[in-house]
Each structure stands twice: as C-alpha cells, then as structure tokens.
C-alpha cells in the first residue's frame, strides 16, 4: 500500500487529477474528534500503509498542531511525519494533491516526506481581494491598505513563491503596495507568474471577477481551469470573505515525478530515513554540514 497521505481538514482534500491518485484520510482537531479516537485512527492508517505523512497548514489553530504531536507521541511511532506549510488554504490542498499523486510512485516515504518543502516551491498561490486592509499574511505597504477601505478596490496578490501585490480594476491594472512592479507604459501589471506550464485551480468567494481566469491564466500560459469550492479557512487567511483564491501548479504526474527524483537523496544521520533537501520530513533533523577539510601543511 502507498504512503498515507493525511490532512487536518476537508478543506484541504482536492478532487482527484485521474482515477489513481488515492484518496487522502482526515485526521480532525480536538474540537471535533476525542483523542482516543484521534489515536485509533492514527493507528489503522499505520497498520493499513506502514507510514503517515500528514500536512498542516501554519496558520491551523495551534490546539490541532499540539493534538498531532500527542498522538504520534502516544503511539510511540516514529512512522508518523508532521508536515507544515506556509501556503494559503488553496495552495496547501494542492500540495496535498501532489503528494498524493505521488504517493502512489516508487518514492520512499521520506523521499515523499521531505518532498513537500521542494513542491511548495512550484505552487505560484495567491487571491484576487476586495481589500487588503486587514491582509496581514503578505507584505503590502501602507498605500494599499489605505486603498484597501475604497468601495470598489481589488487587488491581485500573490502569497507564494514571492509576496506581490497589484492593483487591478477595470483599466486592466494599477500597480500598489509593497512588491508590485511596473511593467511598460501603459501596459497592466500582472503578477509574477511561472516560467513553466501550470494548471489553475481557483475558488469563488464573495467577489465577483473572473481576472484569474481570464487575464492572469492567458498571461501566465495555463494550460487548463478548474474550479472548487472554497476553503472555510479562505477568508481568515486573507482577512477578507470578498475574494477568489487561485493556485497555479504542476498536475503531470510525470513532471511531478522527474522533479522529486531528480533532487539527490541523502540519509537522515538521526532517524535514519531517505530525504532530499537539507531536512528530514520526519523527525525534523538538519542534514549535517560537511566538515571542512584541512588544507595539507607546506614545509
């Protein structure tokens, strides 16, 4: 059985790309899931796929982060890897389709594990805003959050892999704020899109634009749109329920693929497992510096 790939929200569980992406297991918070319930069902995904990767946005409430590291606690396991992510609500469930996409590959699980940090690399995750005044995730200068109070102002904001925010209306587009950039005169700005071809899945919230799909797509070249329900926590993390969340990111498993497998593997010097990158997904360790070596002494 593949790796299991675990979430602490619905929210964060995409339809799947194709017939065999597995499904991905929900492992509740306190509010809604006794622990001992939480530890049975930690125990079965064990017994059933051997390892757990599961995936916790940063800004989940802490009470559910404390709940993850008291059942693998409990369960004494060390087959159980705890995931954060710094995306939005939108870009982390397409992360966590990716991992599960992948999950069904010939990938170790701590190849798989510590492949979370390289995918979020990939995900351009942002969110057109009827304000930004109350943005307090991505950098956005005093101007724009004063614009932000203006019946009528949107603005078209990226979280992820950099912070931009522009100005948008019906002239196309305005730069604003911290991280907007200006492009030739007269022409809109955009945000910064991928130098590679992406997919764009998108969520409607209580705004009314189509920009991500027919401006900010046909710039940055996507090749396909999807559309999903928005997460509940959406409007938390952007401060506003006034907008439309979008993700642009690699949906070929193939690529997918070559970009985890191409990275080099190394050993975890503490728990032993596979990892690529400078740290394990697992128990969290650093891979050590080499020592320098000394340099032979002239006579």
Request: glycine letters at 8%; a neutral charge.
């Amino acid at each position: 059985m593949p790796t299991a790939i675990a979430v602490t929200s619905p929210d964060l569980v995409l339809p799947p790309t194709d017939p065999q992406t597995p499904p991905a297991a929900v492992l509740p918070g306190p509010a809604t899931r006794p622990l001992d319930a939480a530890v049975a069902d930690a125990q079965l995904l064990l017994e059933r796929h051997g390892h757990v990767i599961v995936v916790c946005p940063a800004s989940a409430p802490a009470a559910e982060e404390r709940r993850l590291h008291t059942v693998r606690s409990l369960l004494e396991s060390d087959r159980i890897a705890i995931v954060r992510t710094e995306l939005p609500p939108l870009g982390a469930a397409v992360l966590v389709r990716q991992l599960r996409q992948l999950s069904g590959c010939d990938f170790s699980p701590g190849v798989l594990a510590s492949a979370a940090r390289l995918l979020t690399h990939y995900v351009y995750a942002g969110a057109v805003l009827g304000s930004v005044a109350k943005l307090d995730r991505v950098p956005v200068g005093l101007t724009s959050h004063v614009k932000g109070w203006l019946p009528g102002a949107q603005f078209g904001v990226l979280a992820g892999p950099v912070a931009e925010l522009v100005r948008i209306g019906s002239g196309g587009g305005q730069a604003s704020g911290a991280g907007s950039r200006s492009g030739r005169p007269g022409a809109p700005d955009i945000l910064t899109g991928p130098e590679f071809t992406t997919d764009l899945v998108l969520a409607r919230g209580q705004l009314q634009t189509d920009w991500p799909a027919t401006v900010l797509a046909p710039r940055w070249q996507v090749r396909a749109v999807q559309e999903t329900t928005l997460p509940e926590s959406s409007p938390r993390w952007w401060g506003t329920g006034k907008l439309v969340e979008f993700a642009a990111h690699l949906s070929d498993l193939s690529v997918l693929y070559q970009l985890v497998a191409s990275v080099r593997r190394e050993t975890c010097h503490w728990c032993r497992m596979e990892l690529i990158g400078d740290r394990c997904g697992f128990c969290a360790a650093p891979l050590p510096t080499a020592e320098p070596i000394a340099a032979p002494l002239s006579r």
